[in-house]
C-alpha cells in the first residue's frame, strides 16, 4: 500500500507539490530508517544507563523510605518512653504528695498529744500547787484557830496557863476533829 502511494505521487509526472501537507516518500523511508537507527543505538547504550539510573534511583527511594520509617518507628519508640516518663513522674508527685500529707498528719497529731500532755501537766501542776495552798490555809487556820481557843480559854479561866502544852491539846483535839470529818 505504501508503494502504490509512491507511484502516484511519482506517477503524474509532473514536478513534485511541495507544501506542509504534502507527502514526500523518500523522506519518509530515510526518515524511519534513522529512527530505526536511533532507536537501536538507545536501545543499545542508552535504555541499559536509563534504567540503571531509574533503578539507582529507585534504590535511593526506597533506602529514605525505609529510613523514614526507622526513624517514625523510633520516634514513636522515644514518644512512648516519654509519656511513661511523664506517667511515672507524676506518680511518684502523687506518692510524694500522699506522703507529705501523711507525714503532715502525724506532725500534727504529735503536736496535739505535746499540747495534751503540757496541758494536763499545767493542770496537774496547778491542782497540786492549789492543794498545798489550801494545806497552808487550812494549817494557818488551825493555828490561828489554837491561838484564838488558847486565848479564850485562859480568859475563861483567867488563870495563866502553859502556852506549848494548850497548844499540843487543842492542835490533837483539831486533828481528830479533822479525822472524824475525813472518815464522813
Given amino acids: 500500500m505504501l508503494l502504490l502511494l509512491l507511484q502516484e505521487v511519482h506517477g503524474a509526472g509532473g514536478p513534485p507539490p511541495s507544501g506542509p501537507f504534502t507527502i514526500n516518500p523518500g523522506l519518509i523511508i530515510w526518515t524511519l530508517v534513522v529512527f530505526g ?17 531509574v533503578e539507582e534511583r ?27 516518663q511523664i506517667a511515672a513522674a507524676h506518680n511518684q508527685a ?7 500529707k501523711t507525714v503532715s498528719q502525724k506532725e500534727r497529731d504529735v503536736l496535739l498529744a505535746k499540747a495534751r500532755e ?15 495552798e489550801k494545806e497552808k490555809a487550812i494549817q494557818a487556820l488551825r493555828r490561828e484557830a489554837v491561838d484564838l481557843s488558847i486565848a479564850a480559854a ?31
Fill in 58 to 84: 529507585e534504590r535511593r527511594i526506597q533506602k529514605l523510605v525505609d529510613d523514614a520509617e526507622k526513624a517514625n518507628a523510633e520516634a514513636q519508640r522515644l514518644l512512648d518512653e516519654h509519656k511513661k
Fill in 94 to 100: 502523687q506518692e510524694i504528695l500522699a506522703k507529705a
Fill in 154 to 184: 485562859s480568859r475563861v479561866i483567867e488563870a495563866n496557863l502553859d502556852t506549848d502544852a494548850n497548844r499540843k491539846l487543842v492542835t490533837e483535839f483539831l486533828e481528830s476533829l479533822s479525822k472524824t470529818e475525813k472518815k464522813k
Fill in 37 to 53: 537507527i536511533l532507536l537501536a543505538a538507545a536501545w543499545r547504550w542508552g535504555y541499559p544507563e536509563l534504567l540503571k539510573m
Fill in 118 to 132: 503540757e496541758y494536763d501537766a499545767l493542770l496537774n501542776r496547778a491542782r497540786k500547787d492549789i492543794d498545798a
